[in-house]
């Protein structure tokens, strides 16, 4: 019986070892190899972001970090300890390093340092089984050559979120080193610009001590993506925009390609990519430039003067003869109201082309009052008002282009004589972004419905003609002309290259109620208002004037015609003028820089200086805290706060009831053009 115990039981032994050792050997070999061999991810390079020279916008940098896996820290005084003596760490790093531990996702990387020497790297890597949940990595992070004047053309990259995370469950996602698209063409273009993550694999002993390192699969880098944008261009204008908040669109009027797309002020996106503070994020949100918002395609302005050529094509086309003129006295009375002009003693008898070059507000109350503007507002939108283009962004808004039956939709009101003259100068219900003044200034200059497109392999040639007569173009360009060229009111746009003219238009938008009161007294100029209450400046033109081939339009917000050499005309001059001779371009700015406190960088670090100053600069451990809540620029508080102060504002002036207090009653909107 005994026997036939030991029989059974050995029977049971040998068949628990055969099972083990055949039929479950794949799986406990994979255990102890994995007891043996780590493998981690290793994040892909991200493609670059290069002009349509093929300049880097957006590269990469061999970059050596060290992050802590909040979940994987044991003994984190001690760990914080040998750090602070390896890295070298000084104290304000280390109050930051520990705020950051306490507000992590516990298995989201916590930078420690980055952009390390070797020597500091290598003895953080030697020493990792005294640093548990420590993870030294050598890799690549991305790099905006250009900083702030590429912020909102290029967004950033930032490491995943937790949300981003539990949606996915990718590893990739929280290895240390790795970051994603947050805002932007870094954003719209992840998938193209991710790449594929390698595999790093290290044979190491049962205390995890390094014994040495295995094949590694290598990373694929992303793809490359190329744009249309002059890198060279888009620094420059930035650059040019000075202490301005505004925005600058160039477009080639033979294909539509964006040759830059500015809005300043902005923020360094390397700034963001390595990981905000607190104190940044809290001066940046609270800049009543709002440095957060993409101007170009987010901010909606009236258009002011800027659609009196667009508004004198729509005549033409409606049949008014271009010789038609118009007795301009400084005021027109329809009904019980009395309209001005920005020129109080008025303009005297105006045809059209006249009437564009002076800008004369009465000409087009008159023509649109007879008219009506149902009759204008399909040839602003054939021009690229309130028109939406299929770009790589997801944050176009696209301004309104108001007739009876929008108005009838919108307010359940009827339309009315007071709404067509606000509209007939470029205010009231209209509505647009820079990049459709841009649109509008490319297809008046080539009379082709232009599409805009801003990568390279999205160009769209061959774009169809608009329905309107070449001879009422002509017309409408020979105004232009003369706005900047023949004594109209852009005159401080002229430029100085022989055989190169520039055409285009100035306006103005007011963004304040002006009370009867204040008329009575004299209308306060720009210069003595706040700024949230000067009114907006901009130009939209084309160069050169007899064989158009570069488009440009300047919004400068609250900008109020205040200072010359930063005023639009001057502007679009100087960046119309790069296009043509870049040296002499750059002895302006040059000369322009000395004056407005120095270049972008200079006047940021100083800006950064103030604000920490004036707020008495919070405690390290909170100021310089990674601000790991920050939404994406275009998508913050501040930005969406702003974007519909501006509506709210617009629509508050177009919805004036009374007579005698709305802004074509007012006729200012050229009151500070020298």
């Known amino acids: 019986m005994l026997g036939a115990a030991q029989g059974v039981f050995g029977l049971a032994l040998a068949g628990r070892m055969t099972w083990l050792a055949v039929v479950e050997n794949e799986q406990y070999t994979l255990k102890s190899e994995s007891n043996r061999v780590n493998m981690t991810l290793v994040p892909p390079r991200r493609g670059w972001i290069v002009d349509r020279h093929g300049a880097p916008i957006a590269n990469n940098r061999t970059d050596f970090r060290v992050d802590i896996i909040p979940d994987r820290l044991e003994n984190k005084d001690h760990v914080l300890a040998l750090l602070r003596d390896l890295l070298k760490l000084p104290p304000e790093e280390m109050d930051r390093l520990v705020a950051d531990l306490e507000h992590a996702a516990g298995f989201q990387p916590v930078q420690v340092a980055e952009n390390l020497d070797w020597e500091r790297f290598a003895a953080v890597s030697v020493r990792l089984p005294e640093l548990p949940g420590v993870a030294p990595t050598r890799g690549f992070s991305r790099s905006y050559p250009a900083g702030a004047a590429v912020a909102h053309l290029t967004g950033y990259v930032g490491a995943a979120s937790a949300e981003q995370y539990k949606q996915t469950r990718d590893q990739l996602m929280v290895t240390p080193g790795f970051k994603l698209g947050k805002d932007g063409l870094e954003k719209t273009l992840e998938k193209q610009l991710r790449g594929v993550a390698g595999q790093k694999r290290v044979e190491v002993t049962a205390r995890g001590k390094l014994v040495a390192e295995l094949a590694t699969r290598p990373d694929q880098p992303g793809a490359n993506a190329r744009l249309t944008i002059d890198a060279g261009l888009q620094d420059y204008a930035a650059r040019r925009l000075g202490t301005q908040s505004g925005s600058v669109v160039v477009i080639d009027c033979l294909t539509g390609e964006m040759l830059a797309m500015v809005s300043m002020p902005a923020y360094d996106p390397n700034n963001f990519s390595d990981g905000i503070s607190h104190l940044e994020w809290k001066m940046l949100s609270e800049n009543d430039h709002v440095p957060l918002m993409n101007k170009v395609l987010q901010g909606l302005y ?104 929008w108005k009838l939709r919108r307010y359940k009101q009827q339309w009315t004589v007071a709404d067509s003259l606000n509209a007939s100068i470029g205010q009231g219900y209209v509505l647009s972004n820079p990049l459709q003044l841009a649109v509008m200034a490319s297809r008046l200059a080539s009379g082709r419905a232009l599409q805009p497109s801003i990568l390279a392999a999205d160009v769209r040639h061959g774009a169809p003609a608009l329905p309107f007569a070449p001879e009422h173009l002509d017309t409408i360009h020979q105004a232009m002309w003369g706005v900047v060229n023949g004594g109209g009111t852009g005159g401080a746009a002229r430029m100085l290259i022989p055989g190169v003219a520039l055409a285009g238009k100035t306006g103005t938008a007011q963004v304040r109620r002006i009370t009867m009161a204040e008329r009575a007294g004299g209308v306060l100029k720009n210069g003595q208002l706040p700024f949230k209450m000067r009114d907006h400046a901009l130009f939209q033109g084309f160069a050169p004037h007899d064989k158009p081939r570069y488009a440009i339009a300047v919004v400068l917000e609250h900008g109020g015609h205040t200072v010359r050499n930063l005023d639009t005309p001057a502007i679009a001059r100087d960046i119309m003028t790069y296009l043509f001779d870049r040296d002499r371009a750059m002895t302006s700015l040059i000369e322009g820089e000395a004056t407005w406190g120095g270049d972008i960088r200079t006047r940021m670090a100083a800006e950064t200086a103030a604000y920490r100053a004036a707020a008495n600069a919070p405690p390290l451990a909170v100021g310089a805290q990674t601000e790991f809540g920050a939404s994406a620029p275009t998508d913050a508080p501040a930005v969406q706060a702003a974007a519909a102060a501006d509506v709210a504002t617009a629509e508050e002036l177009a919805n004036t009831a009374a007579h005698g207090n709305t802004v074509a009653e007012d006729g200012t909107t050229e009151r500070d053009v020298p």
């Open 302 to 405: 009236p258009p002011g003067s800027t659609v009196k050529p667009m508004n004198g094509l729509a005549l033409l086309g409606a049949g008014v003869p271009a010789s038609d003129r118009v007795v301009c006295s400084g005021a027109l009375r329809v009904g019980t109201g009395v309209f001005h002009c920005h020129k109080k003693s008025g303009h005297g008898a105006l045809d059209l082309k006249n009437a564009i070059m002076q800008s004369c507000d009465i000409y087009f109350y008159e023509m649109i009052r007879r008219l009506g503007y149902d009759h204008v507002a399909p040839v602003a939108r054939s021009l690229g008002l309130g028109q939406k283009f299929e770009l790589p962004f997801n944050s176009q808004r696209y301004g309104t282009v108001p007739d009876t039956a």
